[in-house]
Each structure stands twice: as structure tokens, then as C-alpha cells.
């Protein structure tokens, strides 16, 4: 047989990720490594992840960190020896804005849920009901009867009420996920926390002798090490780099083309073909590393279980960049950001659409200059679609009138910048798990691998992570046919 060919669709990172342990991983290409194509709709590589210039700062416009805890992405960053580029984020804490004032959150929040009593009872944020859940779940917990699975939102409200699950724990799980913890699984999204409410007894004594961080989109951070890394070009850079050193080893990479079906053809010597509009590339197996729902549509007529990839859901978010003169603006005492409970009433119409303040050069001094500050705005999700509706410069107004609300003091901007990322972020609701395992075998049967944030945690290591796997899946499905032929 010649060469066997492998067509990676999505050039987002899990898709770079797949071409590069395609191609060897580490050690490089060598006699058994097969021809590999990437195929990217958009007219870029790096999907979520990308870096631009603003306010004279090199700054991301999707991911701008990831886990230091989970290994894939730290690993990739010192295969492509850009271990010197790895920058530690240090700085921690942040505020909350409840019932019209900031508040500094407590210590020992794990993804919002308090594992604290005292810091707990100490927060000014809460009423006295709140603290009267905490208490209770101190000494004399709710009993909680879970199967297999649950939504976070049904183990929080159960073991804390419905004041700490959804003025401490949404805001946190939502900020990350964009999504709601009355729908979002447990066992997908926040392992640490289902297998605390399992123990029974105190949810959140259960929770802070939980153990080392979980695997998941937002495994529970519990020590105190530097939870974050960024990379000093930016998150945006390490795509960059990929694309760099694959095109080095003669893997074909093409941008701005869909791919627009894969087409099996059991009589030839490569099962399948992949379709864009102009080409069709004959291979021997598939990497779909594109949103679910996009593999579900390719893959529909192949299997049921595959088809079913099409009813993962997906939230939409936009970003808001802002600089504004040093003299325009005052900041919280300390912290690297706010985040805003789902349903916060304002002056203006409607709730707030702001979900969360990051302030940049809080983050990164190399953000830091004399004369002005950035910061960026979060908005979306899973059931907040309204910046959609808006052009850019009325959802850039939007923000800015919340933000002056939300902030001591936000004056005139001297500079925006708007990025959306329509259903940039998976929604794992209860039955993910058992979709993805159904959806993956019957990959399997097809040589067809399933990368990408939609199966195995949202962020940046889990789809680094995901991205390899379904390499060495394709991998070894292709030495087993080269034994068998
Ligand atoms: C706003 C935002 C902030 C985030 N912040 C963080 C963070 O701080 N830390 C962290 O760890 N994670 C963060 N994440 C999550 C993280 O960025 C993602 O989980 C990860 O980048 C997903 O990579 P991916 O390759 O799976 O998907 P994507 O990046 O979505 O890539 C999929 C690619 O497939 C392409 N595609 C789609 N259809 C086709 C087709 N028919 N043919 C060819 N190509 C196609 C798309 O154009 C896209 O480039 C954030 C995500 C968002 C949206």
C-alpha cells in the first residue's frame, strides 16, 4: 500500500495537536508516519485561540491561560521548546458584585463552591440565610441520593440553597463555561464536586479534602500552587508555532476551505474521500476536530451515535476589550477581576449583560503603562444570546454604561475592541459522557477520531489532550491494517 493518508478537519488547537503526534509527536516524522492534511474553514489556524495587538500590548482575544495542574498543554509548550515562553500567573483574588456593591470573595472557593466555614461566614456578600446554609451544611448536611450523575446546580442547591449556588458558584462555573449549573453535568464539568457529594455529609468539607485536581474542563484547584500559565507572545502564539513546525514536516495546511462531506469508498485503496467545494482528498482515516455539531452533520448518514454529536449544545460569548486613561478610571483595592451573578439588576434596561471584568495588566504586568489601563468584558451565555443581536458599537455602548456601574469609576474608552465567539464554548449537560463514548466507538468502526473541546473538557490542555489521543487512535487503527494487508 502506499503512504497512508489522514485528513485532519478543524485547525483549532486540538486539530494542530492531532497533526503534530500524526506526525511524531517529539520525535518527529519517520518511515511509518503518514501524509497529513489539516483543512481550516476559517482564515486562520487556532480557533478560540488568537492574539492580537491593542493599546500598544500584545493581548489575547479568546483562551489567555490554561491549567498549569493538567499536563498537555505545558507538555506541548516544552516539545516545542518554548519552554522560556511559559509564564506563570500568579496573581489571584476577585471580586463580586452583589446587590448593587463589590465584594472581595472568600478564600477557599473551589470553582465558587465555599469549602471554608469561617471565610464563609465571614463574607459580607451574603445574608444571613446564606450563611445559615453554610452552617447547616457544616453540621447537620443535607442528604443527597445520586445516582450516576447530576446536574451541579441540583448537588449545590440541594447541600448549600439557592443564595451560594447562584450568587457564588454560577457566576464562577458560568464565567468559565458560559453556560447554567441547573443543566451543566457534573460528572463531565466538575468531577471533584460529584464525587464529594457521593461521600455524603458535608458537601464542602467533603470538597476541600477532595484530592489533587480532577480531569474536566475546570478541575478543582484545592493547593496553592500557580494555578495558570499563559505564554509571553500570547496563547495565540503556540498555534502559530505548531503551524510553523508542521509545515516543516510537510504536513499540507490549508485555511479558509470547509470541508463539506466525507464520503466513503470501500473499493479503493483509501476509504475515504473529503470533500471541500474544489478538492477531495483521498484517506485512510479522519480526524474531525471541528465543533460537534459540525461532525455530527459530516458523520450523520455513517451511524445514529454519530449523528447524536448534532444535540450538543453551544454558547455563544463575545469579548470586549477596553483601554481608558489612567486618570478615567479607578479599579477594586485588589484582585485580577469581577464577576456578575446571572439576572444582576442595573439602572439600564433589563439585567446586566456582563458576566465578568478581567483586568488585564492586573493579570500580566507586561500589560502595565503609565498613562492608561485594559481591561476586557465578558458577555453570553448558553441562554444569553442578546450581543448577537447587537452591531458591535451598541453592544460596545452596553458594556461600557454596565461597566461604569460596576466599577468605581470607567470613563470615556480610548480604544474597543469587539471579538465574538459564536458557539465558541460546549455545553456538557447530563448523558454527555455516555453520548461521547457511543459516538467515539462508532468513530472508531469508521477510522473516523473525535478531537476537540466538545468530548473531553473544555479548555486549552483538555483539547490539546483530546487532539492527541485521536492521533494515536488513528494511528494504531492504520498499523493494524498495514499488519492485515
Ligand atoms: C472566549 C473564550 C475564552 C476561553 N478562555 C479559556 C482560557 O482562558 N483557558 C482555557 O484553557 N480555555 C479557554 N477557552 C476554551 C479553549 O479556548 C477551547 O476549549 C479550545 O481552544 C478549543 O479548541 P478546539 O480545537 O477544540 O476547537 P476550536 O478552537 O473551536 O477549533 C475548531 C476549528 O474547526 C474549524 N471548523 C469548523 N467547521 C469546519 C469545517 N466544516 N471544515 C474545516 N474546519 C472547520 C473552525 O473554524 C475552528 O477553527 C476559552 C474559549 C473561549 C471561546
Known amino acids: 500500500m502506499s503512504r497512508p493518508s489522514v485528513v485532519v478537519v478543524g485547525g483549532g488547537i486540538s486539530g494542530l495537536a492531532a497533526a503534530w503526534e500524526l506526525t511524531g509527536g517529539v520525535e518527529g516524522p519517520n518511515d511509518t508516519t503518514p501524509r497529513v492534511e489539516v483543512i481550516e474553514a476559517g482564515d486562520r489556524f487556532g480557533g478560540s485561540l488568537s492574539t492580537t495587538t491593542f493599546a500598544g500590548r500584545t493581548i489575547d482575544l479568546g483562551a489567555d491561560g490554561f491549567l498549569a495542574r493538567r499536563p498537555e498543554a505545558v507538555t506541548l509548550v516544552d516539545e516545542l521548546g518554548l519552554h522560556e515562553e511559559l509564564e506563570a500567573i500568579n496573581a489571584s483574588g476577585a471580586s463580586i458584585y452583589l446587590h448593587g456593591a463589590l465584594y472581595e470573595l472568600p478564600t477557599g472557593l473551589v470553582l465558587g463552591v465555599?469549602?471554608?466555614?469561617?471565610?464563609?461566614?465571614?463574607?459580607?456578600?451574603?445574608?444571613?440565610?446564606?450563611?445559615?446554609?453554610?452552617?447547616?451544611?457544616?453540621?447537620?448536611?443535607?442528604?443527597?441520593?445520586?445516582?450516576?450523575?447530576?446536574?451541579?446546580?441540583?448537588?449545590?442547591?440541594?447541600?448549600?440553597?439557592?443564595?451560594?449556588?447562584?450568587?457564588?458558584?454560577?457566576?464562577?462555573?458560568?464565567?468559565?463555561?458560559?453556560?447554567?449549573?441547573?443543566?451543566?453535568?457534573?460528572?463531565?464539568?466538575?468531577?471533584?464536586?460529584?464525587?464529594?457529594?457521593?461521600?455524603?455529609?458535608?458537601?464542602?468539607?467533603?470538597?476541600?479534602?477532595?484530592?489533587?485536581?480532577?480531569?474536566?474542563?475546570?478541575?478543582?484547584?484545592?493547593?496553592?500552587?500557580?494555578?495558570?500559565?499563559?505564554?509571553?507572545?500570547?496563547?495565540?502564539?503556540?498555534?502559530?508555532?505548531?503551524?510553523?513546525?508542521?509545515?516543516?514536516?510537510?504536513?499540507?495546511?490549508?485555511?479558509?476551505?470547509?470541508?463539506?462531506?466525507?464520503?466513503?469508498?470501500?473499493?479503493?485503496?483509501?476509504?475515504?474521500?473529503?470533500?471541500?467545494?474544489?478538492?477531495?482528498?483521498?484517506?485512510?482515516?479522519?480526524?474531525?476536530?471541528?465543533?460537534?455539531?459540525?461532525?455530527?452533520?459530516?458523520?450523520?448518514?455513517?451511524?445514529?451515535?454519530?449523528?447524536?454529536?448534532?444535540?450538543?449544545?453551544?454558547?455563544?460569548?463575545?469579548?470586549?476589550?477596553?483601554?481608558?486613561?489612567?486618570?478615567?478610571?479607578?479599579?477594586?483595592?485588589?484582585?485580577?477581576?469581577?464577576?456578575?451573578?446571572?439576572?444582576?439588576?442595573?439602572?439600564?434596561?433589563?439585567?446586566?449583560?456582563?458576566?465578568?471584568?478581567?483586568?488585564?495588566?492586573?493579570?500580566?504586568?507586561?500589560?502595565?503603562?503609565?498613562?492608561?489601563?485594559?481591561?476586557?468584558?465578558?458577555?453570553?451565555?448558553?441562554?444569553?444570546?442578546?450581543?448577537?443581536?447587537?452591531?458591535d458599537d451598541e453592544l460596545t455602548g452596553r458594556v461600557a454604561a454596565e461597566l461604569a456601574e460596576l466599577l468605581p469609576r470607567f470613563g470615556p474608552p480610548r480604544a474597543t475592541l469587539v471579538q465574538r465567539w459564536p458557539n465558541g464554548l460546549p455545553q456538557y449537560h447530563l448523558g454527555h459522557q455516555r453520548r461521547v463514548e457511543r459516538a467515539r466507538a462508532a468513530g472508531a468502526r469508521l477510522s473516523v477520531a473525535l478531537a476537540g473541546n466538545a468530548y473531553d473538557g473544555v479548555g486549552v490542555p483538555a483539547s490539546i489532550g483530546s487532539g492527541r489521543r485521536a492521533a494515536r487512535e488513528v494511528l494504531a487503527s492504520l498499523a493494524t491494517s498495514s499488519r492485515v494487508n
Open 114 to 391: 465555599p469549602t471554608d466555614l469561617a471565610a464563609t461566614l465571614h463574607f459580607a456578600g451574603l445574608t444571613w440565610r446564606a450563611r445559615l446554609a453554610a452552617r447547616r451544611d457544616a453540621f447537620a448536611p443535607r442528604r443527597l441520593t445520586i445516582d450516576e450523575d447530576a446536574t451541579i446546580g441540583d448537588i449545590v442547591r440541594t447541600k448549600l440553597g439557592r443564595e451560594l449556588s447562584y450568587q457564588l458558584v454560577e457566576p464562577m462555573i458560568g464565567g468559565i463555561q458560559a453556560g447554567r449549573i441547573d443543566e451543566l453535568s457534573a460528572k463531565s464539568v466538575f468531577p471533584a464536586l460529584l464525587d464529594a457529594a457521593k461521600e455524603g455529609g458535608s458537601l464542602m468539607r467533603a470538597l476541600r479534602h477532595g484530592g489533587p485536581a480532577t480531569p474536566g474542563p475546570a478541575g478543582a484547584v484545592i493547593s496553592d500552587a500557580p494555578a495558570f500559565y499563559s505564554l509571553r507572545r500570547g496563547v495565540g502564539s503556540l498555534p502559530d508555532e505548531l503551524v510553523t513546525r508542521l509545515a516543516a514536516r510537510g504536513v499540507v495546511l490549508r485555511t479558509g476551505v470547509s470541508v463539506t462531506a466525507l464520503r466513503r469508498t470501500p473499493a479503493g485503496d483509501y476509504p475515504w474521500e473529503v470533500d471541500t467545494v474544489h478538492t477531495t482528498t483521498p484517506a485512510n482515516a479522519v480526524v474531525l476536530a471541528t465543533p460537534a455539531p459540525v461532525a455530527g452533520a459530516l458523520l450523520a448518514n455513517f451511524d445514529a451515535a454519530l449523528d447524536e454529536l448534532r444535540r450538543i449544545p453551544s454558547a455563544s460569548t463575545a469579548i470586549v476589550t477596553f483601554a481608558v486613561a489612567r486618570e478615567e478610571i479607578a479599579l477594586i483595592e485588589t484582585g485580577t477581576g469581577v464577576l456578575v451573578p446571572l439576572g444582576t439588576t442595573w439602572s439600564g434596561e433589563g439585567s446586566m449583560m456582563v458576566t465578568a471584568i478581567t483586568l488585564l495588566d492586573r493579570k500580566w504586568a507586561r500589560h502595565v503603562r503609565d498613562d492608561d489601563v485594559v481591561l476586557r468584558a465578558h458577555v453570553g451565555r448558553s441562554d444569553d444570546t442578546r450581543a448577537s443581536e447587537m452591531d
